[in-house]
C-alpha cells in the first residue's frame, strides 16, 4: 500500500487534483476514518489530498446565522462560547466523538461527508436544519443536510465537489437543543444510538413552534422522526406525548443488530432517547425562561 499525498494551496488547487486523479485519488480533513479504511483496505486511494490549510476551518457567527467550516475540529465545536444555550447539542456530540486525540484532528465536514449512520455530529445538524456548502470545479452549490445525506457511505456529493462548510439559522432565545449518546461505555465509543432533539417555543407559552427529532445509528443513515416531530407539534407536551414520540420514532428505526447491540435494544433506546431528550429541552426551556 503507497500513496502520493498532495498538500495544495487553495481549494480550486485541491479540485484540479481531485479532477486529475478521479477515483484514485480521496480528500483527506483529520483523517481518523479515512486511514482506518485504508488500513482496512476498504479502500486503496493513490493519491491523498490534503484540505488543511486551505481557510475552511473556523466557525463565524452572525446575528442570524452560524457557518462552522468543514475543517473545524470536534474539540473546537466543544469550546466554542456560542455552543452554549440554545445550541449546546452540537457541543454534547462533539464532546463525545473518540477521545481527546482524536477530536483534535477529526473534523466537523469528515464526520458529515464519511455518512456514517453512527456520526454523531449530524443528529445535532439535522435538527437545526442545516445546510451544506458544496464547491466543485464548475460551481458552488448548497443543500440542506437531510438531502445531502443519502446511505450509509453515501452523499450527494460528487468526487471532486469539496464540502466548505455546514450552516444553520441562528434558533431564537425560547429554543432548546439536546443531544444523547448510548454507548458501551462513557468514551471512545461509537454511538449505539444517539439522538438530537430541538424544541422552539411559541410566544404566548403554549406548546411548541418547532420540533425537530433526528435519530443516528438506528438505520441505514441518519433520519429526522418526522412522525414524532409532527405529534409533538399537534399535541405540545401533555404528560404522555414524549413517550408516544419515543414509541414512533422507534417504529421508524430500522436498526440492525451486531456486537453493540440487538436490533430490538436498539429500538428501546431510540424510544427511551427520544423521550429524554425532549424532556432535557423542556427543561432547558424552562431554566432559561426563569
Ligand atoms: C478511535 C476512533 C474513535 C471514533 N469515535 C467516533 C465517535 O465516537 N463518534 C463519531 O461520530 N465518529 C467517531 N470516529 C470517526 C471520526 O473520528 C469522525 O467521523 C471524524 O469527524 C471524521 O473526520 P476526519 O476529519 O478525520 O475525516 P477524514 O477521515 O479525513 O475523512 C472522512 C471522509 O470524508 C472525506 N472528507 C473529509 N472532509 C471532507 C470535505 N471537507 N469535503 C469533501 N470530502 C471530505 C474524506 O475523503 C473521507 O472519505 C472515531 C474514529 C476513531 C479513529
Known amino acids: 500500500m503507497g500513496f502520493d499525498f498532495h498538500q495544495p494551496d487553495s481549494v480550486a488547487g ?3 487534483l481531485a479532477q486529475r486523479y478521479g477515483e484514485a485519488a480521496r480528500f483527506i480533513a483529520g483523517g ?3 486511514i482506518i479504511q485504508i488500513n482496512r483496505k476498504r479502500l486503496a486511494p493513490q493519491h491523498l489530498v490534503s484540505l488543511s490549510g486551505l481557510g475552511l476551518d473556523g466557525i463565524r457567527e452572525t446575528p442570524h446565522e452560524i457557518t462552522i467550516g468543514a475543517m473545524t475540529t ?14 449546546v447539542a452540537l457541543a454534547e456530540a462533539s464532546a463525545v466523538v473518540g477521545g481527546r486525540q482524536i477530536r483534535h484532528v477529526a473534523t466537523v465536514g469528515g464526520n458529515i461527508v464519511n455518512a456514517s449512520p453512527a456520526a454523531d455530529v449530524v443528529p445535532a445538524l439535522l435538527v437545526l436544519d442545516a445546510i451544506v456548502d458544496l464547491q466543485g470545479s464548475e460551481q458552488a452549490r448548497s443543500l440542506p443536510l437531510d438531502r445531502f445525506l443519502l446511505d450509509r457511505g453515501r452523499t450527494e456529493r460528487q468526487h471532486d465537489e469539496i464540502l ?6 441562528r434558533p431564537p432565545a425560547a429554543s432548546a437543543t439536546a443531544f444523547l449518546k448510548a454507548g458501551r461505555r462513557k468514551a471512545m465509543e461509537i454511538s449505539v444510538v444517539c439522538v438530537a432533539a430541538h424544541l422552539g417555543g411559541r410566544e404566548d407559552g403554549e406548546g411548541f413552534s418547532k420540533v425537530r427529532i433526528a435519530v443516528g445509528a438506528a438505520a441505514p443513515r441518519t433520519f429526522r ?3 414524532a416531530e409532527a405529534l ?5 407536551d401533555d404528560g404522555a406525548s414524549f413517550a408516544e414520540a419515543g414509541r414512533l420514532a422507534a417504529e421508524a428505526a430500522l436498526p440492525i443488530g451486531d456486537v453493540r447491540a440487538s436490533a430490538r435494544y436498539r429500538r428501546l433506546l431510540v424510544a427511551a432517547l427520544v423521550e429524554r431528550a425532549l424532556a432535557t429541552c423542556r427543561d432547558r426551556m424552562r431554566g432559561a425562561a426563569v
Do not use: C, M, W, Y
Open 232 to 236: 409533538i407539534a399537534e399535541r405540545g
Open 164 to 169: 466548505t462548510a455546514v450552516r444553520f439559522a
Open 74 to 87: 470536534h474539540n473546537e465545536v466543544v469550546f466554542h462560547p456560542g455552543f452554549r444555550k440554545q445550541l
Open 32 to 34: 481518523t476514518d479515512l
Open 14 to 16: 485541491a479540485i484540479a
Open 225 to 227: 422522526a418526522s412522525a
